[in-house]
């Protein structure tokens, strides 16, 4: 079975442009989350998507915004883009059925984005 | 706000050592706590602790779980330079999210 799949692997781009990343969970996913993880820490969470609607936020701009499509895969969006938004993103997937209280996450390859 | 501290940052050891990993945690309402190995890009997922299963194994690597320490423990026992990875702890609290709030991780380095 494929697991999580994220594209394009690697991005540069310049101070404020924007910037579409894509990610397509494990089959039978319905949950799609978002982390930035910069050098030397830990992913940070972004967003949460459950049957194309949003779960959850973290503590990022509203330059930052997603949404997830009917085959559950999901696209981040960044705009206006800072040097600080070079990251690698990260991608999960879970199952998130409502009846689990835990829910293990299975994450990407991610996309490594760069902003000259 | 949720928060994960992981010690120590770094470690390097020789094959055949056993390493333990720290990891303690804050959080408002607890649900799990995971690990995973970070080698290039993707964390690969190792152990899922909860309350009604505190400790777990997988070959040379286990991990506890203590609930009232608010902390966790991962072992690995017989290293290998394969082991040679940044080792990420994770808390998931309740709430509709179940977002995962990650420590900064514990790199390790197996020398041969």
């Known amino acids: 079975d494929a697991g999580v799949t994220q594209s394009p692997t690697h991005l540069i781009k310049t101070r404020g442009q924007h910037v579409t990343l894509r990610c397509s969970p494990i089959?039978?996913?319905?949950?799609v989350s978002w982390y930035q993880q910069v050098l030397g820490q830990g992913p940070q969470f972004i967003f949460q998507?459950?049957?194309?609607?949003?779960?959850g936020r973290g503590n990022f701009p509203d330059r930052f915004s997603a949404r997830q499509f009917p085959n559950y895969s999901s696209e981040l969006n960044v705009n206006a883009l800072l040097l600080g938004d070079s990251a690698l993103y990260l991608c999960?997937?879970?199952?998130?059925?409502?009846?689990?209280?835990?829910?293990?996450?299975?994450f990407g390859p991610g996309t490594r984005l760069t902003v000259l | 706000e949720d928060k994960v501290v992981q010690s120590p940052l770094s470690l390097v050891v020789h094959e055949g050592d056993t390493v333990t990993l720290n990891c303690s945690y804050e959080?408002?309402?607890?649900?799990?706590l995971l690990w995973y190995k970070q080698e290039k890009k993707a964390p690969t997922f190792l152990f899922m602790l909860t309350s009604s299963g505190i400790e777990k194994k997988s070959g040379r690597l286990s991990s506890i779980l203590d609930k009232k320490e608010l902390s966790s423990i991962l072992n690995i026992t017989a290293t290998q330079t394969g082991d040679s990875a940044i080792y990420l702890c994770?808390?998931?609290?309740?709430?509709?999210?179940?977002?995962?709030?990650f420590g900064s991780g514990t790199q390790l380095t197996v020398l041969p």
């Open positions: 959080v408002t309402n607890f649900r799990s």
């Open positions: 089959s039978g996913h319905k949950s």
């Open positions: 999960a997937s879970s199952l998130a059925t409502r009846a689990r209280t835990t829910d293990t996450q299975y």
């Open positions: 994770a808390v998931q609290s309740s709430g509709s999210a179940r977002q995962l709030t």
């Open positions: 998507y459950y049957e194309k609607e949003e779960r």
